[in-house]
């Protein structure tokens, strides 16, 4: 019961901590990439030379995975909302990826990349933040679920708890 509760308390944290990255990227990051067209994107540009966020989400991407792929596994046979939300959460996580790689990954190319063309990096970063605010409603989900998660989990022990007495 106690690692069960821990995984939970991780998959919040951990999930917590992406959707907080996400939301400064919003909030900080891609306000300043459009500030002053082109020279702020080659400051960003410039900035990101030598380390990239990719350098982060390579180890929190894979960590996120298997904390999700870990809470569906050790809550399969648990109660079905338990693991319905736990199934909620893995596939939001999923559906995370596949608007990274669909979209975000080309997207970035562009404002990233060698172009520039002030309009098609211009039009390029509406499409990121406008999708990246998508992305963080996604990513919201994830810690809820998990928050859900570990409440019907705990209230589902204590009954539990309750009728031994």
Not at 38 to 55: D, G, H
Not at 102 to 123: K, M, S
């Amino acid at each position: 019961m106690k690692m069960k509760i821990f995984v939970l308390h991780m998959a919040i944290v951990a999930s917590g901590g992406l959707l907080f990255v996400n939301f400064y990227n919003s909030i900080v990051d891609a306000p300043n990439w459009g500030y002053d067209l082109p020279r702020s994107l080659e400051v960003a540009r410039n900035y990101f030379a030598y380390k990239t966020p990719a350098e982060l989400f390579k180890y929190s991407g894979p960590l996120i995975h298997v904390i999700g792929i870990n809470c569906v596994i050790r809550f399969w046979t648990a109660d079905r909302k338990v693991l319905w939300y736990n199934v909620m959460a893995l596939a939001a996580i999923l559906f995370t990826d596949l608007l990274t790689f669909i979209f975000f990954l080309p997207l970035n190319e562009v404002l990233f990349g060698i172009t520039q063309d002030t309009a098609l990096i211009r039009h390029t970063l509406l499409q990121w933040e406008l999708l990246n605010w998508f992305r963080t409603i996604v990513l919201a989900v994830i810690p809820i679920m998990y928050s859900l998660s570990l409440n019907r989990y705990l209230q589902v022990v204590s009954k539990v708890d309750d009728q031994k007495r």
